[in-house]
């Protein structure tokens, strides 16, 4: 697999290694096994994400390559683990995005792994700053978070938050680009705040997709075509 630091080959693993994306002690293997993919999840900080962006003063890491690294990472582990043996594949893998404010100037790509199975982002307490100098109208603009074609997803605890100079298009955006059909995305917890020049979380024909304690809100005043006060544009 990819380099990649282990949660469990460890002397002492911790669960503080799993929720704050520590490597205490490290161990230099940088990889995982399946059976370590069953019992934990991958860290976007073992990619790295540092979390350091500093919202007042708009300085920090750029982290969008780390979230599409560790993604590649679970989509690629997950196709493994469910081409086992039925009884030993494991059920899912967990993406953990620790706590702090992640600088995102690019579009994350977790786009089109309609057959990837069951991939949760755990990540309570991380803001993702979506920041595209690019983003001139709602057309031009890129999403923080590209979901397109993408199916079986659960994001918990995701906030995202752009940028009232260089404006993201939206939040969160999932739906079609093909015919075929897309669905089953679960998010909970999930939040937009900030700026977008389209809205907070964009749903195209995606179906059976469940939102739980959501919030989606658009700040932006001036690109309202869309109704993007409204903060989520839902098509089917």
């Known amino acids: 697999m990819t380099k990649l630091s282990s949660l469990t080959a460890r002397t ?26 069953r019992m934990g999840g991958i860290s976007v900080k073992d990619f790295g994400a540092k979390g350091d962006y500093d919202p007042i003063a708009r300085t920090g890491t750029d982290d969008t390559a780390a979230f599409n690294a560790v993604w590649v990472e679970a989509v690629n582990a997950t196709k493994t ?17 620790p706590a702090g404010f992640y600088r995102i100037d690019g579009s994350i790509n977790w786009a089109g792994t309609s057959t990837a199975q069951n991939i949760h982002v755990i990540a309570y307490g991380a803001v993702l700053f979506g ?26 605890g995701l906030t995202t938050f752009g940028d009232d100079t260089d404006t993201p298009r939206c939040g969160i955006q999932i739906g079609r680009f093909s015919s075929a059909a897309i669905g089953n995305n679960v998010f909970r917890d999930v939040t937009t705040l900030g700026f977008y020049t389209l809205c907070g979380f964009y749903n195209v024909a ?30 089917h």
């Open 12 to 37: 002492a693993p911790r669960l503080t290694d799993l929720f704050y994306g520590t490597d205490v002690p490290a161990t230099g293997d940088f990889s995982y096994t399946l059976a370590q993919l």
């Open 206 to 235: 995606c179906e059976t997709t469940q939102f739980l304690g959501c919030r989606f809100q658009n700040n932006e005043q001036t690109n309202d075509t869309f109704a993007c006060r409204s903060g989520i544009i839902d098509h």
């Open 81 to 97: 683990l469910i081409s086992e043996p039925q009884g030993t594949a494991a059920t899912s893998v967990t993406i953990v995005i």
């Open 131 to 156: 920041r595209h100098p690019t983003g001139t109208s709602p057309t031009s603009a890129k999403p923080i978070i590209d979901m397109l074609g993408t199916r079986w997803a659960h994001i918990n």
